[in-house]
């Protein structure tokens, strides 16, 4: 097996996994840090809003269904504070000693979510990115794609549960709200091709994870693709 430090500089470290609630990212991301670690490759798995104390803090606030009118561009400044904080306390220096950060939702959410979905502006959206991660962006994005209306039958993930049972803020956004995400989400890919890798995320899990080892094939030697 060949081992990581062989390899040549410039490997792709900041994968990030963006999709729809409901896509199906985070299982997949879970399956992807299980091969990386099999093959014996250093890597993380983090995720935004969180990943630190204080994005933990606002994470609870931004999904609190008590901000029922919370205006996008101060959810812009909530999740760009998070990810500042985020990038200099977990993601840099992780890539910095050489492990790999696969990290659930990025500032592509952010375009697509406030962007896309709740109509913040794109120069507001470049301004905030520039000066809280100076526009990093990952070197690898993997959207898991799926219509909306599929995607909000799934439901989501336990960590959406809020302690009451209830339904948090994000949530309780309507179908057009997630069509409108999706169509920003395919539009980012297209501007970006060389950093994306679509996925479609419709089919079953099993579907979805062969999807996902063809995205990876290349990092992973051992990593087997024929399914
Ligand atoms: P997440 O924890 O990924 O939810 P799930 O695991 O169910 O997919 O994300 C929480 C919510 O926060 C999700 O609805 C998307 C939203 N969000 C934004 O609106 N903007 C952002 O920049 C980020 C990172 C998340």
């Known amino acids: ?38 093959a ?17 803090a606002i994470r609870e606030v931004f999904l609190d269904p008590a901000w029922t009118s919370l205006d996008g561009t101060v959810e812009t400044l909530m999740v760009f504070a998070s990810r500042r904080q985020h990038l200099l306390e977990v993601i840099e220096p992780a890539i910095e000693s050489g492990s790999y950060v696969l990290c659930d939702r990025f500032t ?13 502006s794109q120069a507001l959206l470049r301004r905030a990115d520039e000066l809280a991660t100076g526009g990093r962006t990952p ?14 039958r799934r439901g989501h993930s336990p960590s959406r549960q809020l ?12 179908l057009a709200f997630y069509e409108r995400v999706r169509r920003g989400y395919l539009a980012l890919a297209e ?20 999807n996902v080892r063809r995205a990876l094939a290349d990092l992973i030697p051992s990593l087997e693709t024929v399914r």
């Open 139 to 152: 070197d690898r994005t993997l959207l898991f794609d799926l219509p909306a209306e599929v995607a909000r």
């Open 191 to 210: 501007r970006s091709p060389e950093r994306f890798f679509l996925i479609d995320s419709s089919g079953s899990l099993d579907d979805t994870e062969g």
């Open 163 to 174: 302690r009451d049972g209830g339904i948090d803020r994000l949530d309780s956004e309507d």
């Open 108 to 120: 592509d959410s952010t375009y697509a979510y406030q962007g896309y979905g709740r109509g913040v």
């Open 40 to 56: 014996g490759m250093p890597v993380i798995e983090t995720q935004e809003p969180g990943g630190t104390p204080l994005g933990k």
């Open 1 to 38: 097996m060949a081992c990581y430090f062989e390899w040549e500089m410039g490997r792709p470290l900041f994968i990030t996994f963006e999709g729809l609630d409901g896509s199906g990212k985070s299982t997949h991301l879970r399956r992807a840090r299980r091969w990386f670690v099999e």
